[in-house]
C-alpha cells in the first residue's frame, strides 16, 4: 500500500468486463462500466489507511445512476477531502469538450476534517488559484435522495443553506405523494428506421422528437424530413405506445444554454391524438400513475421552469444528460398554491408578447421561491450561481 495515488484516469465506457474484473469491482459496479470508475476504486484499494488520492474525473459521477455504487463505494471506504469543480468545459484538455473535477479522498481511518468544495468558473481561475471555495461538513455535500447519495458541489455556505431550504420536507417527484415519476421516451429512431413513415398512415402513430419540445413551447413535426413524424404499430413497436397526457423535458442540454431544464406540457397534441403516441430516447417523460394523488401537470411544467429548480439541477448535474433519475430527485412541494403556479404556466405556454412574458416569469419564480421558503434575497442570489455567460458577453459587460 502507499502514501499517495495520484492520476488522470481514462474516461470511457467498457463493452464487456470478464468475470475476474466483475468479482474485483463488484462493490462500486452498476449498469455500464466506465473506465474511470475501475481505476478509482482500484487507486482507493492502493493506500494505506490514511492514505490521499487525487484524480482528475467527469462530474458524471456526482449523480449519475450508474455511479450510485462507487459513490456509496467511496463514502464508506474513504473522507471527501477536497472537490473542485470545474464550469468551463472547452479548454481543460485541447480539442475535448468534457465537464471535469478534482476529486480528492483520504482513506478510513482518517482524522476528523471539514470538506473543502471550490468552483473554477473558468481555466483562467484554475490556473491562477483565483476560485471561490468554503469549507463544509461531508453531510452537506453527500445527501440521500430516493436511497442513493447525490453529491452537491458549490463554493459558498449560502448555496448550501439554500439547498437545505429546497430539499427540506418535500417530496420527491417519484414519490408516493406526487405519483409523477419520470420515464426516458422509448424509441431508439435508428432501430425502427424502417417503420418510420413521413405522413399519417392508417396504422401508423406520431412520434415527438426532441427537436419539438422547447421551454414552454411544442411545434409537432417541425425538424422536416429528416426526422418522419410518424411510426407503424407492429407486434414490435405496439408495447411502445404512450396514452394521455404527459410533461416533456429535453434529455440532452449542455451548461452553455441559458437553460438546462427545457419542457412543455402539449395539451392539444395529446386532445388530438387519444390513439396515442411514441416517444422518441432524447426526452423524458413525465406521467401521472394511475391512483397517484391529483397533480396539474402545469403545476410540475411551472417548478421545472423556474429559477429554483434550475438552480438545484446544476448543482447536481455533471453532464449533459437530463436523467429521468435526476428528474426523480427533485423536491415538489404539495401545497395550497399549486393552482397558481399552473395557472401561470398555462399562460407562459399561450405565448404571450415578450414582455408579458417576461412578467409572467417573475412572477412564476417569487411564488415558486415562496412555496420552497426561500426569500427575496436568495431568489435573486440563485441565478448568480450558474454557468459563466459565454466569451463575447464578458467581453460585452466589462465594456460596458
Known amino acids: 500500500t502507499v502514501d499517495f495515488v495520484v492520476g488522470n484516469p481514462p474516461y470511457h465506457k467498457i463493452g464487456r468486463l470478464d468475470e475476474e474484473l466483475k468479482t474485483v469491482f463488484k462493490a462500486s459496479l452498476y449498469g455500464h ?77 482518517a482524522p476528523p476534517h471539514p470538506l473543502k468544495t471550490t468552483v473554477a468558473r473558468s481555466v483562467v481561475e484554475l490556473e491562477t488559484r483565483q476560485m471561490s471555495s468554503v469549507r463544509v461538513s461531508q453531510e452537506q455535500v453527500v445527501r440521500y435522495l430516493n436511497d442513493a447519495s ?36 422509448q424509441i431508439v429512431w435508428n432501430r425502427v428506421k424502417p417503420l418510420l413513415r413521413p405522413a399519417p398512415e392508417a396504422d401508423a402513430l406520431p412520434l415527438v422528437w426532441a427537436t419539438d419540445v422547447a421551454r414552454f413551447t411544442f411545434s409537432f413535426a417541425s425538424a422536416g424530413e429528416n426526422r418522419p413524424p410518424y411510426l407503424k404499430v407492429t407486434d414490435r413497436t405496439h408495447r411502445l405506445v404512450n ?28 386532445a388530438e391524438h387519444t390513439a396515442g403516441y411514441f416517444v422518441e430516447n432524447h426526452l423524458n417523460m413525465i406521467q401521472p400513475q394511475p391512483n397517484a394523488p391529483p397533480v396539474d401537470l402545469y403545476y410540475l411544467l411551472g417548478i421545472l421552469c423556474s429559477d429554483v429548480m434550475e438552480f ?31 395557472a401561470l404556466a398555462r399562460q407562459l405556454q399561450d405565448k404571450a408578447d415578450p414582455a408579458v412574458q417576461e412578467r409572467l416569469e417573475r412572477r412564476l419564480n417569487v411564488q415558486v421561491a415562496q412555496i420552497y421558503g426561500l426569500t427575496p434575497d436568495e431568489l435573486d442570489f440563485i441565478p448568480r450561481c450558474g454557468p459563466p455567460p459565454p466569451a463575447q458577453h464578458q467581453a460585452a459587460a466589462s465594456t460596458g
Not at 57 to 67: A, D, K, Q, T, V
Not at 89 to 108: A, C, D, I, S
Not at 261 to 268: K, Y
Open 33 to 109: 462500466p466506465n473506465a474511470y470508475g475501475l481505476f478509482l476504486h482500484a487507486g482507493l484499494e492502493m493506500l494505506r489507511p490514511g492514505g490521499v488520492l487525487g484524480y482528475i474525473i467527469p462530474r458524471s459521477m456526482l449523480s449519475g445512476l450508474y455511479f450510485k455504487n462507487l459513490r456509496r463505494f467511496l463514502e464508506q471506504q474513504a473522507c471527501l477531502r477536497e472537490v473542485t469543480l470545474i464550469a468551463e468545459r472547452k479548454k481543460v484538455f485541447e480539442n475535448v469538450l468534457q465537464g471535469t473535477m478534482v476529486l480528492t479522498l483520504q482513506r478510513r481511518p
Open 243 to 270: 396514452q394521455g397526457p404527459c410533461l416533456l423535458v429535453q434529455r440532452v442540454t449542455a451548461d452553455e444554454q441559458s437553460h438546462r431544464l427545457v419542457a412543455c406540457v402539449p395539451e392539444s397534441f395529446f
Open 312 to 342: 438545484f439541477f446544476r448543482t447536481i448535474n455533471g453532464n449533459t444528460q437530463v436523467s429521468a433519475t435526476e428528474l426523480n430527485l427533485m423536491p415538489i412541494p404539495r401545497c395550497d398554491h399549486e393552482s397558481e403556479i399552473a
Open 150 to 185: 447525490v453529491w452537491f458541489v458549490a463554493d459558498n455556505s449560502r448555496t448550501y443553506r439554500i439547498l437545505d431550504k429546497i430539499l427540506e420536507h418535500h417530496p420527491l417527484l417519484s414519490s408516493p405523494d406526487v405519483g409523477c415519476p419520470a420515464k426516458t421516451g
